[in-house]
C-alpha cells in the first residue's frame, strides 16, 4: 500500500529498507527508522484508537513516551505486549499490532455509544451510581472494567529472557539530547566513569527534530562528531534504547535496556530487557521537555498533535501527517512546525493568541508567506474520525472575543509551552519550582546528588542548554575531585525569543460543560469540565481531584496533561499554580515489563531449593515432596499406587510395630562453643542447662522477650564447653540470627561461638521398637543396652563404618535413635542403615507420618500448633519454666494477660465420630452454629487420621482448654455443618510414655 | 534502595542489611523487680522519631555483625554508622 504522506527526501529513515506491517488486520508498509506511529501516519492512519470512557475516536498526538492515546495490544501468544505505545514501537518486519478498548473493531466500537451519553457519565459517576446495593457490585464492576479499558494481559507464558545488571559510575547522565551528550563528553574528558542513558534508538533528542548549527556543524553532524568521541573515551559507556525508569533513595537508578525488541520476532535472541542497577556519585538530569496540548473543544479529534510531535514526524520519520495545517500555539517555538510543515508541502496557518512575536521564528515564517493570525485562538475542533476544520475566536484579555471565522485543515499543530520532565528529579526528592516568565515548574533545590540541565532545568534555547550542561558537568567533576578539562565551549547561534503567553483553558468559563469537550488527561477522559465539577463538589486538593477524576492515571501518568489540569483547576480555586501544587511524581517513569523486574529470579529460581544428601535416594524410591522452607522434605512414600492415606498408614503402623527411618537432615543445627556456652543457653532456654551432663540431651524451648514460643528443639552436650543445638527446619536461620543478635548487642562479654552446620551433617531418626536392633547390627563400638544408653543420650561411634554422633531422642514417642553422620557419606550409611532393617522390613517414611506420629503422642510443631500468641503455659508445658534463674522473655509470663486462665490452651479434640478429620483451623463453637454470631473458642491447629488408634485425632487451642477435658463442643465447618468432638488432652497414644523408655 | 556503610565491609546495597530498630535499649537485669509497665515499656515501647534515629543494623548477608547508626528518618540519610559500644566518641563512618 503506498505511504501517501512519505516526503521523498530527508529525515533518518531508510527508505531504501521496506518494511511490511499489520495494524487491526490491515498490511501496511514503512521502512527502516519508523517507528509504528510514524508508519501509520505515512500511510495517513490518524484514527488508531478509542478512548478509554467514551470510546472517542482518537489519533496519534505525540511522537514519544507521553502519548496518551495510540495504545496498542502487540503480537499475540509469548510476544504479546499490552498497551505498548505505538510512538516507541520501532518498526520491524512483519509487526503486528491491534488497537486497546475497541470491540469488535476500532471502526464498529460496541461502546462507542458512550459518547452519546458523555454528558451524563461525568467524573465520580461510577463512585455515586454503583454505591448500592454493595452486593451488586462485583456485577457492576465486571461491567465497568470490560467497558472503561486498556489492554490485556497475556494469557502465555513469556518466554523471553531478562536480566539484571548491578554498576557503579562517577557520573550518570540521563538523556541523550544535546544537554545530555554534552555533559557527557565533558565528564568524559575528565576521566570519570561515565553511563549516558537514553531511551532512544539513537542519540540527539530534540536534534533529531530541530534543525541546529553548533560550531558550524549542522545539529546532527555535531551528534555524530560526540557520539564517536564518547566510544573512544575507555570509561564512557552509552546505553541507547535504555529509559531511566526510577530515581532511587542514595543515588540508586533503575534503568531498563531494552535489547531486542526492536528486531523481527524470527531474529530475536538472548535477553530481551535487561534492569541496570546503577548507583552513581553524581547524576546529571538531561531528560528534555514535553509539550503541552491547548485544552479547547474537540482537542482530542485525530489529526491534532502536538506541535513538536508534527515537526518529528516531518523532519526525523520523513512523513508529512496532513497537507492543510493550522498551528496553534502560544509561543515562538512552534512556528519552526509551522516552518517545517511549510517546506514539506503543506498549506499552514498559524493561530496565535499574542497580539504580535517579534522573534526570530515567527520573522521567518512571516518572511515564507505563512499567513499568521495573531489575537486569535482555535475554540473548536470539527470532524469525526479526523480533523476537518477548525472555528476561530479572537482573544482578548483572557477571554473570547467574537467569532474569527473558522478554517478547513486535516492537521492541527498545537502547542501550550513546553514542560521539563521532572519525573525523576521528583522521584530523587527534589520540589518542583514554578518559574513564572517561562509559565513552567522547574526543577528547585536538589535533595540527592544530582543536578538538572538542559530543557528540563527550564533552558529551552539551545546555546544555554550547551553551556549549561557544561556547567553541570563542571559541577558535578569539582564535587567528585577530578581535575577539569578544558572546557569546550560550542559556539551556537542564539534565536531572539518573543515570551509565551499562558493559555491553560480555551473557551468561555461560563460555558464549560455545556459544549463539547475539553480534553485535559486523554489518557482518562478527563476533560476541563470534569474539574470544574471536581472543584465544585469540594475536592480542592490537587491529589483529591487526581483521584475524584483519574486525571494523570493510567500508562502516561499524566504526561502531558497534568499542568494544564492543575493550571484550570488552579483558576477555578481563584489561587496560583505553585499553590495548587503537583501531585507526586512516582516511578516507574514509563511501564516497566514484568519480565524486567523479574529477571531470571522465576520458577526454580526465584528462591534457593535446598536438598538433603539423600534427595536423590528418595526421588529413587518414589517420594513426593513437600516445601519446608525452601527444603524439599519427602512427604511420604507411595507404595503401588498407594494414596497419600494409605501410604501415611503403612509407614506410621511400620515405626510403631517395627522400625521405620526418616531424613531429617533438616533440622536446623547450630554448633556452640566455648566457656559461657552454658550461660547463653540459660539465657535463650526456658529450662536449666548449668546441671545437663557431658553426654545428655535435652529438650529446650525458646520464647521471645514477649515470652511466646518461637522455637523448639532438642541440644546435645558433646563436651564441657561444646553443645550441639537442634531447631526446627524453618526456624535455623532465624533461631542462629536470635542468637547472634544476643551475643552481639547485649551479651558481647561471652565467650561463645556459635556455627551453623546444618548442611554438614546428614541426620536420620530411626525409630520403632526394633530400631535397636538395627542399629546394633551397623555399629560395633556403642553399648546399646537400655542402661548403658538411656533415653535422652548421646554416644560417639562409628556407624557403617562412618564416624558418627548418635542421640537417643524421639519425636514418634517410640524407641528412636538419630544418628548424624558428615553429610558426604549420609547415603552410604542410610543405605546401610536399610539392608540392615530389610530382616525387619524397615520403612522409610515421610514428613506427614511424622507428623502423625508425634501428634498421637501430642508433641507440638512450633509454627503449627503456636502461632506466635502462644506461652509455654498455653501448651501446658509450665513445668520447663524455670524459677530459679531469668531468660528470655520470662517476666512476660508473669504479666495479668499471660496469667489469665481463659487463654487459648493446646487440648486434644476426638470427634464423635472416629473416621471424621476435622479440617485444619476449623473453629471451635460452643453449639452447632446456624449462620449468625457464635463465640469463637479456638481451632484446630493439627488434625490426622490415626491408623494405631483406628480413629481421627486433633490438636487445638482452646479457651481455657486445660480446665475443659471431657467436655463436647463444636468444631463449625465450611459448608455448614458443625461437627461434635469430645475435649481432651493432646496426648492420645502410650499416654505413660513407656514406649520410648524400654 | 539504601546504601549502608557497614563499619567493618564499607559501603554495600541495604538488600545484604536488615534493620533491627531502635539502638540503645538495655535489657533490665533484674526483670522480675520490674512493674508490668516497666517490663511492657522495654518489650513493646519505641520511638518514632522523625528526624535523626539511633538504630541497630545487621550485616545479613556479609560479616554477620551487628552495628549502630545514626539515620535521619525523614531525608534517609546515615549521619554515621558505627560499632556497638563505640558511643559517640568511637570508630564512626559518615555517610560519604
Redesign the interface.
Known amino acids: 500500500m503506498a505511504q501517501t504522506n512519505r516526503i521523498p527526501q530527508g529525515g533518518r529513515i531508510n527508505r531504501a529498507v521496506p518494511l511490511t506491517f499489520h495494524f487491526n488486520g490491515k498490511t501496511y508498509q514503512g521502512v527502516e527508522g519508523d517507528t509504528l506511529a510514524s508508519a501509520l501516519l505515512a500511510n495517513d492512519v490518524h484514527f488508531v484508537a478509542r478512548s478509554w470512557k467514551y470510546h472517542r475516536p482518537r489519533g496519534i498526538i505525540t511522537a514519544g513516551v507521553e502519548e496518551p492515546n495510540a495504545l496498542v495490544q502487540l503480537e499475540s501468544g509469548a510476544y504479546e505486549v499490552p498497551n505498548a505505545r505505538a510512538t516507541e514501537l520501532e518498526l520491524y518486519d512483519g509487526l503486528s499490532a491491534k488497537s486497546v478498548n475497541a470491540k469488535p473493531s476500532l471502526e464498529n466500537d460496541r461502546l462507542a455509544v458512550n459518547q452519546k451519553i458523555a454528558r451524563f457519565i461525568p467524573a465520580g459517576f461510577y463512585y455515586k451510581t454503583f454505591m448500592w446495593p454493595q452486593k451488586m457490585w462485583p456485577k457492576y464492576e465486571e461491567f465497568i472494567r470490560e467497558a472503561a479499558g486498556l489492554g490485556e494481559a497475556p494469557t502465555v507464558l513469556d518466554t523471553d529472557r531478562y536480566d539484571k545488571r548491578?554498576a557503579h559510575c562517577d557520573v550518570l547522565v540521563v538523556g541523550g539530547g544535546p544537554a545530555g551528550l554534552a555533559a557527557a563528553w565533558v565528564a568524559g574528558r575528565a576521566g570519570a566513569r561515565v553511563i549516558l542513558a537514553d531511551n532512544q534508538p539513537e542519540l540527539g533528542g530534540s536534534l533529531l527534530r530541530q534543525p541546529a548549527s553548533i560550531d558550524g556543524l549542522p545539529g546532527l553532524e555535531w551528534v555524530a562528531r560526540i557520539e564517536s568521541e564518547l566510544a573512544a573515551m575507555p570509561e564512557v559507556q552509552v546505553l541507547r534504547r535504555s529509559t531511566v525508569f526510577g530515581y532511587?533513595?542514595?543515588?540508586?537508578l533503575t534503568i531498563c535496556e531494552r535489547k531486542t525488541d526492536h528486531l523481527p520476532l524470527a531474529r530475536r535472541q538472548g535477553v530481551r530487557e535487561r534492569v541496570w542497577?546503577v548507583?552513581a556519585q553524581r547524576v546529571i538530569l538531561a531528560t528534555g521537555a514535553h509539550e503541552r496540548p491547548l485544552v479547547f473543544a474537540n482537542n482530542d479529534r485525530p489529526g491534532v498533535m502536538t506541535a513538536s510531535a508534527v515537526s518529528t514526524y516531518v523532519r526525523r520519520f520523513g512523513v508529512l501527517p496532513g497537507k492543510r495545517a493550522v498551528v496553534f500555539t502560544n509561543n515562538d517555538q512552534a512556528y519552526q512546525t509551522a516552518l517545517d510543515l511549510y517546506e514539506a508541502g503543506a498549506r499552514v496557518t498559524v493561530v496565535d493568541p499574542r497580539t504580535a512575536s517579534y522573534g526570530d521564528l515567527p520573522q521567518q515564517a512571516r518572511r515564507r508567506g505563512i499567513e499568521v493570525k495573531y489575537g486569535t485562538v482555535v475554540s473548536h475542533a470539527s470532524g469525526d474520525l479526523r480533523v476537518s476544520r477548525v472555528t476561530l475566536s479572537r482573544y482578548q484579555g483572557g477571554r473570547l472575543a467574537g467569532d474569527a471565522g473558522s478554517l478547513d485543515c486535516d492537521l492541527l499543530a498545537m502547542s501550550g509551552g513546553f514542560n521539563p520532565v521532572l519525573h525523576l528529579f521528583a522521584q530523587s526528592?527534589g520540589k518542583a519550582r514554578w518559574d513564572e516568565q517561562k509559565a513552567c515548574f522547574v526543577p528547585g533545590q536538589s535533595?540527592q546528588a544530582e543536578i538538572s540541565a538542559g530543557a528540563c532545568n527550564g533552558d529551552f534555547s539551545l546555546a544555554r542548554v550547551l553551556s549549561g550542561a557544561v556547567q553541570a558537568a563542571r559541577r558535578s567533576l569539582e564535587l567528585e575531585g577530578f581535575a577539569l578539562p578544558r572546557l569546550p565551549a560550542w559556539s551556537v547561534e542564539e534565536q531572539g525569543e518573543a515570551p509565551l503567553l499562558p493559555l491553560w483553558l480555551v473557551g468561555d468559563r461560563d460555558k464549560v460543560g455545556r459544549s463539547d469537550k475539553q480534553f485535559v488527561d486523554f489518557q482518562n477522559d478527563v476533560s476541563a469540565a470534569d474539574i470544574y465539577l471536581a472543584a465544585r463538589e469540594g475536592y480542592h486538593s490537587i491529589e483529591h481531584v487526581k483521584r475524584y477524576t483519574a486525571m494523570g492515571f493510567g500508562t502516561d501518568q499524566g504526561k502531558l496533561g497534568n499542568i494544564n489540569g492543575m493550571a484550570i483547576l488552579a483558576e477555578v480555586l481563584g489561587q496560583s499554580i505553585p499553590e495548587t501544587g503537583t501531585t507526586t511524581f512516582r516511578p516507574n517513569f514509563t511501564p516497566v515489563s514484568f519480565g524486567a523486574i523479574a529477571g531470571r529470579e522465576l520458577g526454580d529460581y526465584l528462591d534457593p531449593i535446598r536438598k538433603t544428601c539423600l534427595h536423590e535416594w528418595h526421588v529413587e524410591h518414589g517420594a513426593l515432596f513437600e516445601d519446608v522452607g525452601q527444603w524439599k522434605r519427602p512427604w511420604y512414600f507411595p507404595r503401588n499406587g498407594e494414596d497419600l492415606h494409605a501410604a501415611v498408614a503403612r509407614e506410621c503402623l511400620a515405626v510403631r510395630n517395627s522400625v521405620g527411618m526418616l531424613d531429617a537432615s533438616t533440622l536446623g543445627k547450630i554448633d556452640i562453643q566455648g566457656p559461657d556456652a552454658t550461660t547463653l543457653l540459660n539465657w535463650l532456654y526456658t529450662n536449666p542447662w548449668s546441671k545437663l551432663e557431658v553426654g545428655k540431651c535435652r529438650y529446650g524451648l525458646m520464647l521471645d522477650?514477649?515470652g511466646m514460643v518461637f522455637d523448639d528443639g532438642v541440644t546435645t552436650r558433646l563436651a564441657e564447653h561444646h553443645f550441639l543445638m537442634t531447631t526446627t527446619t524453618g526456624g535455623a536461620a532465624r533461631v542462629l540470627?536470635w542468637m547472634?543478635?544476643w551475643l552481639?548487642?547485649?551479651w558481647?562479654h561471652l565467650k561463645v561461638h556459635l556455627t551453623t552446620v546444618t548442611d554438614h551433617w546428614a541426620t536420620f531418626a530411626v525409630a520403632g521398637p526394633n530400631s535397636r536392633r538395627v542399629l546394633q547390627k551397623v555399629c560395633s563400638d556403642i553399648d546399646f543396652a537400655p542402661q548403658a544408653f538411656p533415653f535422652m543420650s548421646y554416644r560417639n561411634g562409628t556407624v557403617a563404618g562412618v564416624a558418627a554422633r548418635v542421640m537417643r531422642i524421639s519425636f514418634s514417642g517410640e524407641l528412636a535413635y538419630e544418628v548424624n553422620v558428615p553429610a558426604n557419606l549420609g547415603r552410604k550409611v542410610w543405605e546401610a542403615l536399610m539392608a540392615a532393617g530389610a530382616e525387619f522390613g524397615i520403612t522409610p517414611y515421610g514428613t506427614e507420618t511424622m507428623h502423625v506420629l508425634r501428634a498421637e503422642k501430642g508433641y507440638i510443631i512450633v509454627g503449627q500448633d503456636t502461632d506466635g500468641s502462644v506461652s509455654p503455659i498455653d501448651l501446658g508445658m509450665e513445668g520447663m519454666v524455670s524459677k530459679a534463674k531469668?531468660f528470655l522473655g520470662?517476666?512476660?509470663l508473669?504479666?495479668?494477660d499471660t496469667r489469665r486462665h481463659d487463654r487459648k490452651q493446646l487440648v486434644g479434640l476426638k470427634p464423635l465420630d472416629p473416621k471424621f478429620v476435622l479440617p485444619e483451623g476449623g473453629q471451635i463453637v460452643a453449639q452447632p452454629t446456624s449462620g449468625g454470631m457464635t463465640p469463637m473458642l479456638g481451632h484446630v491447629t493439627s488434625s490426622y487420621f490415626s491408623p494405631i488408634l483406628a480413629r481421627s485425632i486433633a490438636m487445638a487451642v482452646m479457651k481455657g482448654g486445660q480446665s475443659r477435658h471431657g467436655e463436647r463442643v463444636y468444631v463449625a465447618l465450611r459448608d455448614g455443618r458443625s461437627i461434635e468432638v469430645e475435649v481432651c488432652s493432646p496426648v492420645f497414644y502410650d499416654v505413660e510414655g513407656g514406649r520410648q523408655h524400654v | 534502595m539504601l546504601q549502608i556503610t557497614c563499619p567493618w565491609c564499607g559501603a554495600r546495597a541495604e538488600s545484604e542489611f536488615s534493620c533491627g530498630g531502635e539502638a540503645d535499649i538495655v535489657r533490665p537485669l533484674e526483670s522480675e523487680t520490674l512493674s508490668d509497665e516497666a517490663w511492657g515499656d522495654y518489650v513493646f515501647m519505641r520511638k518514632n522519631t522523625k528526624g535523626v534515629h539511633k538504630e541497630q543494623w545487621f550485616h545479613a548477608s556479609g560479616c554477620r555483625r551487628w552495628f549502630n547508626a545514626e539515620r535521619d528518618t525523614v531525608t534517609y540519610q546515615f549521619i554515621r554508622t558505627y560499632p556497638i559500644g563505640a558511643g559517640a566518641s568511637g570508630d564512626s563512618h559518615g555517610a560519604d
Open positions: 548491578y532511587q533513595d542514595h543515588n540508586l542497577k548507583r526528592g535533595v522477650e514477649n540470627n547472634e543478635r552481639q548487642t547485649e558481647p531469668d520470662k517476666r512476660s508473669f504479666r495479668s
